[in-house]
């Protein structure tokens, strides 16, 4: 069994920061894929950013290259998203998920493990 835990969201002005964390337990982070996603009102699940088993790789969604970034705790059970810039756009749930592929994947089929979410509101 596997539970992942979001942490780190919240109320933030356009151009703030804020770190999230997602805490693993019954596995570790070395072996398989991460990502994060997120949802906002009325839209779909889209893809965030996604980092590698091995953390050697990672890809990000056009919409937020550049300001964010996804990285595995040296503990391996933690992940984090740094977003930097906000826009009222990232306004969302933020969801981080577990694959059980190696490679980096994009797709939300590919992630059988999901955390309850955590909220993120920019105001603009």
């Known amino acids: 069994q596997v539970q992942l835990v979001e942490s780190g969201g919240g109320l933030v002005q356009a151009g703030g920061s804020l770190r999230l964390s997602c805490t693993a337990s019954?596995?570790?982070?070395?072996?398989?894929?991460m990502g994060w996603f997120r949802q906002a009102p009325g839209k779909e699940r889209e893809f965030v950013t996604a980092?590698?088993?091995?953390?050697?790789?990672?890809v990000y969604a056009g919409s937020v290259k550049g300001r964010f970034t996804i990285s595995i705790g040296s503990s391996k059970n933690t992940v984090y998203l740094q977003m930097n810039s906000l826009k009222p756009e990232d306004t969302a749930v933020y969801y981080c998920?577990?694959?059980?592929?190696?490679?980096?994947?994009?797709?939300?089929?590919?992630?059988?493990?999901w955390g309850q979410g955590t909220p993120v509101t920019v105001s603009s």
């Open positions: 998920a577990l694959s059980i592929l190696q490679s980096i994947t994009h797709m939300a089929h590919d992630y059988p493990y």
């Open positions: 980092i590698s088993g091995s953390g050697g790789r990672t």
């Open positions: 019954g596995r570790t982070f070395s072996n398989y894929a």
